[in-house]
């Protein structure tokens, strides 16, 4: 046998196998509404959901709403990513706010986003301020926390030595605080980034301010449920890249620290 | 002479990676009678361990047999127990020391007094009766390793085997549990095949030594210890006949690392 | 001597006990507590519509929850949020552990697995109204479709990673298939599942909310839209007070079993901390 076969048997038999699965969900969902199991008005063929896919692929008005979708995700994201590590950062270092503040976190994270959509559809109508509330509360207490944990993970030993050199306080958070909460904040991200994605659809959904959302309410209402499943994977899409694109940044901005890392699960 | 309890003949293991595959083990064979205690030594990246994983059944060698009380070995056979070097996570954290012991038990058809008293006994046999409801990482390595130890003596196989077992504990629990292993031999008349790289360790515990060549790994020494069975840490190891003794063995492990053995033709 | 010196002590350190005990209450509930005595303080300066003072609210919240509507809104909604929930986590362990163990499965489904954890899950809302209808076990099912992922991934993530070592201890013993799956891989899981079930607690909720929102005519989804769209605002801020308190208790109720469940995690950890 050739050196290298296992490993390129295993990576084909990998491909092979996940190629099949692809093909035989897409088979199933073809095989349902053809055998009458659930009736095609219900459950639109596959090979009908595609086509629709294919054409709204080169629809303008269909790339603006993923633009806006997609707007709505990066500036929530940015202000949540923002406020979270510079408010987790401060309360993190010190003490007396960590104290403070920790009830008062620990009763506001678990409240749900989405209580807030009456709140936000008062205060600013149908536009996309609603919606960025919702978001920015979402994925601000997925970044604060893991920050936090972050700021607060600091090794004794290190800070021992940190304390024995005499760094001042600036060389500290650059050389000693930084380089640990960075694994912790890049996590945060991902997990910041993929919550916020879901609050930027369910808002246009339930706000109804303009992008893919309100487009789906739109198909539902019109009866255009071959549209709807078309949406529906179109989102699903953006999920993945956003969740592969992150995954992608933190492994790359990490490759130095994942021994470290490795063992911990949050 | 007593019979045959452990056989193995003409061993060998080949690994296959992508860069190449590796022979890790040439061609092994050697017997162990029932009762014996046999330490296997040899310079470091020799293939103990896989010669260890093989004999257990955990590996699949590439040629050659094992035979345990004549039955040849393709799975881990029933009446074979294992001590790793790794403790910590060769016991489960979430059982107690009494969990974890009476684990392997659980399937063997005992009566519940039965399964306690062989739990209670083995316990007793490496002093660890005070802590039967701790948790093993609320105790020292040393004494994990004990817990190990018991679990395996409570399993009441015909030949326990060790991997390195005391390699990652200090010297004076080390020297403990070498008189523990000596105890569990002398009383119980265990069979015990003890894997390390430590010559001294070898020779003070072992009825036979056998020494391996470097990778790709034979036999290159079977050499009988003839000294008294009852040992003693401070008088065994001051003995002339000790000391020659270490000394061959210590020069065969250095013959054996720097290649300078020529394998015999077989 | 030592009985004068020890009646000496024992009132101080009993002080200095009270002390600590008042120090951490007064942390607790200092922040807090100042926070709504500046709202109160605002909203009654300077009256803004959306913002009512913690009072109005607290009243509210009394006038409408405390009747009637806690058997119609509330308690369906917790039953559903309840339903869903356990769902999710009896269907997440269950099919994570058999993925997480069969290799060829986990290869097959891997990719298509990865996608439908990636759709957003109140975009199932519309799909689930027209398989289902506007009924229970629609906003059961949307619930469970979506809240069942963080589980599942994690219980496969889990049951994958189980240590080489701790697996060739038991294979070394001759332990059984069914052993093996109760004091191994789930155990040596169960970190994971954990993390997996928090995450799952809190999109449960919000799909809790999100199906009411969208299709119903009862639940606390519905009652905090009905109010918001009739300008009721206090009656509003205090349906978010409520889905505020059922998270907080959510959360509450998870570090308590999270706590005895990992206990021997959490000694590891310690230790390894000390």
Not at chain 1, 43 to 70: I, K, S
Request: aromatic residues 8%.
């Amino acid at each position: 046998m050739a050196p290298s076969s296992t490993r390129a048997v295993r990576t084909t038999r990998k491909l092979a196998l996940g190629t099949a699965g692809i093909v035989g969900f897409l088979l199933a969902w073809q095989l349902i509404p053809a055998l009458g199991i659930i009736s095609p008005q219900y459950l639109p063929y596959a090979t009908d959901t595609l086509a629709r896919l294919g054409e709204e692929f080169r629809d303008l008005e269909f790339w603006r709403n993923v633009g806006r979708t997609m707007l709505a995700w990066f500036l929530g994201l940015m202000i949540a990513s923002v406020a979270a590590t510079a408010l987790g950062t401060i309360i993190g270092l010190v003490p007396f706010l960590r104290r403070a503040t920790h009830t008062t976190v620990e009763f506001l994270r678990p409240i749900p986003s989405v209580a807030l959509i009456p709140l936000a559809i008062l205060i600013y109508g149908i536009q996309l301020q609603a919606a960025l509330v919702i978001i920015v509360f979402a994925s601000f207490w997925q970044m604060f926390v893991q920050v936090l944990y972050g700021v607060a993970d600091v090794d004794a030993v290190a800070r021992d030595t940190a304390r024995s050199f005499a760094l001042s306080r600036s060389e500290r958070v650059r050389y000693l605080i930084l380089p640990t909460a960075l694994p912790y904040l890049m996590t945060g991200l991902r997990l910041a980034a993929s919550v916020a994605l879901i609050l930027a659809v369910t808002a246009e959904m339930v706000i109804s301010n303009p992008g893919l959302g309100r487009m789906i309410v739109h198909s539902q209402s019109a009866s255009d449920w071959v549209g709807v499943y078309a949406l529906v994977i179109v989102t699903g899409l953006l999920g993945l890249a956003v969740n592969l694109g992150f995954r992608l940044i933190e492994r790359r901005s990490l490759s130095w620290h994942q021994s470290v890392r490795g063992e911990i699960v949050l | 002479m007593r019979e045959t309890l452990l056989q193995v003949e003409h061993l060998k293991k080949v690994y296959e990676s992508s860069t190449g595959n590796v022979e890790a083990i040439g061609d092994i064979s050697f017997s162990m009678s029932a009762g014996e205690l046999v330490c296997i030594v040899g310079p470091s990246g020799c293939g103990k361990t896989t010669l260890l994983k093989c004999i257990a059944g955990l590996l699949r060698s590439t040629g050659g047999t094992v035979e345990l009380d004549g039955k040849r070995v393709t799975g881990p056979p029933p009446n074979m127990a294992l001590v790793f070097q790794e403790y910590g996570r060769s016991l489960y954290p979430w059982l107690t020391v009494r969990g974890n012991v009476e684990l392997p038990l659980k399937h063997k058809k005992l009566s519940r007094v039965e399964r306690d008293q062989l739990i209670d006994d083995a316990l007793e046999a490496v002093g660890l009766e005070q802590a039967a409801k701790s948790y093993p990482w609320q105790l020292s390595g040393g004494m994990q390793q004990r817990v190990a130890i018991a679990r395996a003596v409570a399993y009441q196989p015909e030949v326990l085997i060790m991997d390195e077992p005391f390699a990652a504990v200090d010297a004076q629990t080390r020297a403990d549990l070498e008189d523990l292993v000596r105890r569990l031999h002398l009383e119980r008349g265990m069979s015990i095949l003890f894997v390390t790289h430590d010559i001294d360790e070898s020779v003070y515990l072992g009825e036979r030594v056998i020494v391996l060549s470097k990778s790709p790994t034979w036999v290159q020494e079977d050499l009988t210890i003839d000294l008294a069975p009852e040992r003693d840490q401070i008088t065994t190891r001051a003995l002339p006949r000790f000391t020659e003794l270490r000394t061959h063995v210590y020069e065969q492990v250095q013959r054996a690392k720097r290649g300078q053995a020529v394998r015999p033709a077989a | 001597m030592t009985l004068y010196t020890s009646t000496i002590r024992l009132p101080r350190q009993r002080s200095h006990a009270w002390k600590r005990l008042g120090e951490s209450t007064l942390f607790a509930i200092g922040f807090p507590f100042l926070l709504l005595v500046i709202w109160a303080a605002w909203s009654t300066a300077a009256p803004a519509t959306f913002f009512p003072s913690p009072v109005i609210i607290a009243q509210a919240f009394v006038d409408t929850w405390i009747g009637p509507a806690f058997v119609t809104d509330v308690l369906p909604s917790l039953g559903r949020l309840a339903l869903g929930i356990i769902l999710s986590i009896v269907i997440g362990i269950t099919a994570g552990t058999l993925i997480g163990l069969v290799r060829w499965l986990r290869e097959l489904l891997e990719p298509l697995l990865e996608f439908f954890r990636a759709i957003p899950p109140p975009v199932l809302i519309p799909v689930a109204m027209l398989l289902l209808g506007i009924t229970d076990t629609m906003k059961v099912v949307v619930i469970v479709a979506g809240a069942v992922w963080p589980v599942l991934l994690n219980t496969i993530e889990g049951v994958r990673s189980t240590d080489s070592v701790m697996t060739e201890t038991a294979r070394s013993f001759a332990i059984t298939r069914a052993e093996r799956l109760r004091y191994l891989v789930l155990p040596a899981a169960s970190p994971r599942i954990m993390a997996g079930v928090r995450q799952t607690l809190s999109v449960a909720l919000i799909l809790m909310v999100i199906s009411e929102m969208f299709a119903s005519s009862s639940g606390l989804g519905y009652r905090i839209t009905y109010f918001q769209r009739n300008y009721l605002i206090a009656e509003m801020w205090s349906g978010i007070v409520l889905l505020g308190l059922i998270g907080v208790l959510l959360a509450a109720v998870f570090s308590i079993v999270e706590k005895r469940v990992l206990r021997w995690y959490h000694g590891i950890k310690e230790v390894e901390r000390a």
